[in-house]
């Protein structure tokens, strides 16, 4: 009545990862089915609700550039598509209930170490050739990255270090955690 009680044991849900998990995320079908993504230092993986292993859904079954050390894969779910990003690739896109392996996202996206959706827009930050620049899509196209054109934007700090988070933390504002400072996306 005051606390938790002893388990009965640990039970594998399912099948192991072929290599320790560097991000992960659930994302949901139109019909309200859960996919569960995960990435590991130089493959992407896609869980089948099945027969609840790992499936390889990199691009063409290949590898990756390896993650930094102090990184993971981020992941943001756009309508339909999944997109994973890391600042050592291409950002990927899967389109649930039609592709087979993740895919370069079309346009011109910037290698980004973080991605969110806030509002209509996906926000990329840690970007490899400036980690203190923030890039957003076009309104409701992710694969428009040209400044200026579609409501896509560009903002580069001019402190408070490399950027590590980007969040949507109400409905069209967003979180930017920066090394040494937060700033809100309005």
Known sequence: SDGYGPFKGIEAFTDEL????RGYTVAFAEDGTVRLFAGTETKLYL????????????????????????????FAQFNSRVIAAQRNAVMQ?????SSAAFANLAGSPPQAGWIAVVGRFLV????????????????????NWTAGTGSSIQQDFPDGGRV?????????????????????MI
């Open 47 to 74: 869980l089948d609700n099945t027969t609840l292993a790992w499936t390889d859904v990199s691009l063409g079954a290949s590898t990756y550039s390896t993650l930094d050390a102090d990184a993971h894969w981020s």
């Open 18 to 21: 072929p290599a320790p998990c």
């Open 124 to 143: 990329a930050g840690d970007i490899l050739s400036n980690p203190l620049r923030v890039r957003t899509s076009g309104l409701n196209d992710v694969t």
């Open 164 to 184: 590590r988070v980007v969040a949507e933390i109400a409905n069209d504002v967003g979180l930017i955690c920066q090394e040494g400072t937060f700033r809100r």
């Open 93 to 97: 896109t899967f389109t649930i209930g």
